[in-house]
């Protein structure tokens, strides 16, 4: 079946770091995939902001695109709306599934090697765990790479980045202030790295007190490097 | 062992959410039998349509006292009891320790079971000494003191007690009221002892009215069970002379229970499993940093701010903040009833947007995606 790999809003335009690294390591696992040159919006920010008639317009343009491809996904929200959305709205399922979950198969599969002594801790994104139930892919591959440090809170307990819901866009001083929150429980925890799995997620936590980074980010930067190589 | 985690009241969850979900489904079998119930019991029974029907009912029967006297209840915040009798002439009298506070200092609640957690000692005992023109250090226990002290000697004349209730039987024609400080067992003592409930607390039998107000407790406080869990069911009765019915010994000799629609029934029935613990507001990571400006009235939190569209209105739920909500789900994984908030908060927002009530950010990211297929310019 055809992969595609559908990119997202974020990813094309504000954090294309973590297309960049995703790309790096689909290549180097020899993953045949293709890229959708005229991707618009998955429709979740309309989804989630009360336009769900718009919203509806542009799944039903989406959904002519993809046919009966796969659709690989870096973005937790576009995760959810393709796995959650699209079935409840047009009564289709959508074959997706999200980056996080490719890499620990194609470290299960030997595919790409990694190995690391980083002390990292994750991030859940909303949408991908609490909303979705995946929780374990992630983790799974950090801990090859190294330690994983839990925050206070995690899995469906996990707090908020302050992203979500159009909150970044509509009260962007909300969203940092709950961000804040959330860089206080990774500073906690000792780690080199906050990780996650979300290109909004990244997008809202960055911060100078500690590095965050898309998992891709951390497998690409690992990848074919001597073992003890830190991530600056 | 955190006390949620206890076998015994995980088990009670499941038991209180198959409860509320059957209440809430069979909402209008529940309300007609009410009625049949309390007129049973001797209970006068009312359904206001609307908060002003309500508080005309109520005023109806206080309009002769100078002064009466309420519990804390979000049903009784929601139809704005207080300032509409105020505005009557008659004095009102918060009997919760938390609400009292709130009230000498004109402010607004920030948690269902705990309104003046937000201020510090010194704010409280500056505000007593200047409204009760008293002096009183900054110490919990003279400002509780005090407190009661001039609470007690107001009741003395009151005649009629208004409270809230936590769980309605429908079968059984019983109130059941949650308290720890004692004051509603002090209100449901006077002359007259009027109740008003949402039509959404209804549940069938006082077994389930018992189990809902004791989920309530353990997710809003953490312990077991509150000091008292009060149980009206009629007026005070006496046959001891005689086998002579005589109405009216040290209780109220008069109970009224005023059932408010309010728009309940527009909502969805997930929405109305709420049992009010107020789990979802600590739990929310956006009323952690916005405080009570994430709510309206003592409807808080995203839950809170959805329900207002039903007794309310688009215009309200918008200035409630139904667009601060991340839609991040924390408060459903919390929730004794998992009510799935952000799904209600979805729905709304799409009526709240057809009304016109929308943000520039959002319409602009809108109008993007139609003419570029991306958010961003």
């Not at chain 1, 008639?53 to 659709?71: G, T, Y």
């Not at chain 1, 929200?77 to 699209?86: A, L, M």
């Not at chain 1, 930067?221 to 830190?230: A, C, E, I, Q, Y």
């Amino acid at each position: 079946m055809d992969l595609i790999y559908f990119r997202g809003c974020m990813g094309r335009e504000r954090v294309p770091e973590i297309v960049r690294a995703t790309r790096q390591i689909l290549d180097h696992a020899g993953v045949s995939y293709s890229i959708l040159e005229d991707e618009e919006c998955c429709g979740s920010v309309l989804l989630r902001t009360g336009f769900r008639e718009d919203a509806k317009e542009k799944i039903n343009e989406n959904l002519n695109l993809f046919s009966d491809s796969r659709l690989l996904v870096s973005c937790a929200g576009c995760y959810r709306t393709f796995k959650i959305d699209y079935p409840r709205l047009f009564n289709v399922k959508v074959d997706v599934i999200h980056s996080s979950h490719l890499f620990y198969q194609l470290l299960e599969a030997g595919e790409i090697q990694i190995k690391g002594d980083l002390k990292v801790t994750y991030h859940d994104p909303c949408h991908l765990g609490r909303h979705c139930g995946e929780y374990d892919a992630p983790r799974k591959v950090l801990e090859a790479i190294g330690t994983l440090v839990e925050m206070e809170d995690h899995h469906m307990n996990a707090q908020c980045c302050g992203a979500g819901g159009g909150v970044k866009s509509a009260y962007p001083h909300i969203a940092e202030k709950v961000a804040q929150e959330r860089i206080k429980q990774a500073l906690n925890t000792g780690a080199d790295i906050l990780c996650t799995t979300c290109p909004f997620c990244k997008y809202n936590l960055k911060s100078h007190r500690i590095k965050v980074m898309d998992i891709s980010e951390i497998i690409a930067n690992l990848m074919g490097v001597p073992r003890s190589t830190k991530i600056n | 062992m955190e006390i949620i985690e206890d076998p015994m009241i995980r088990e009670l969850k499941e038991t209180v959410k198959n409860i509320r979900e059957t209440s809430i489904k069979n909402l209008e079998k529940l309300l007609q039998r009410v009625g049949e119930s309390f007129e049973d019991n001797d209970i006068e029974f009312y359904i206001a349509e609307t908060g002003e029907e309500a508080n005309n009912i109520i005023y109806d029967i206080v309009k002769d006292e100078k002064t009466i006297a309420k519990s804390k209840s979000n049903t009784l915040t929601e139809i704005n009891l207080v300032k509409f009798l105020e505005k009557k002439g008659l004095e009102v009298i918060e009997t919760d320790l938390g609400d009292r506070i709130i009230q000498l200092t004109n402010d607004k609640p920030i948690h269902p079971t705990a309104p003046a957690l937000h201020f510090n000692m010194e704010e409280i005992a500056d505000t007593i000494n200047e409204k009760l023109k008293v002096k009183v250090d900054a110490n919990p226990e003279d400002i509780m003191n005090t407190i009661k002290s001039d609470v007690l000697r107001k009741l003395e004349d009151v005649n009629v007690g208004i409270t809230g209730a936590n769980a309605v039987a429908a079968y059984d024609g019983s109130i059941v009221m949650v308290h720890n400080e004692g004051n509603i067992g002090l209100l449901s003592l006077k002359d007259t002892h009027i109740v008003v409930f949402g039509i959404d607390k209804l549940v069938s039998t006082l077994e389930d009215a018992i189990s809902v107000a004791k989920l309530e407790t353990v997710y809003a406080t953490g312990s077991r069970v509150p000091s008292y869990i009060g149980v009206v069911s009629g007026p005070s009765k006496t046959a001891d002379i005689q086998k002579i019915l005589l109405k009216n010994m040290y209780g109220a000799s008069r109970v009224v229970a005023i059932a408010l629609d309010n728009g309940r029934r527009k909502a969805p029935p997930e929405c109305l499993w709420c049992i009010g613990c107020g789990t979802c507001i600590t739990s929310c990571p956006i009323y952690n940093v916005v405080g009570y400006d994430f709510g309206y009235k003592g409807y808080l939190g995203g839950r809170g701010v959805a329900f207002t569209n039903f007794i309310e209105g688009e215009r309200a739920s918008f200035d409630a903040g139904i667009y601060m909500c991340t839609l991040c789900s924390r408060c459903t994984t919390k929730c004794p009833l998992e009510v799935p908030i952000a799904d209600i908060i979805e729905e709304v927002r799409c009526k709240v947007q057809r009304a016109g009530y929308k943000l520039d950010a959002h319409e602009n990211i809108k109008r993007n995606i139609k003419e570029t297929g991306t958010p961003f310019r």
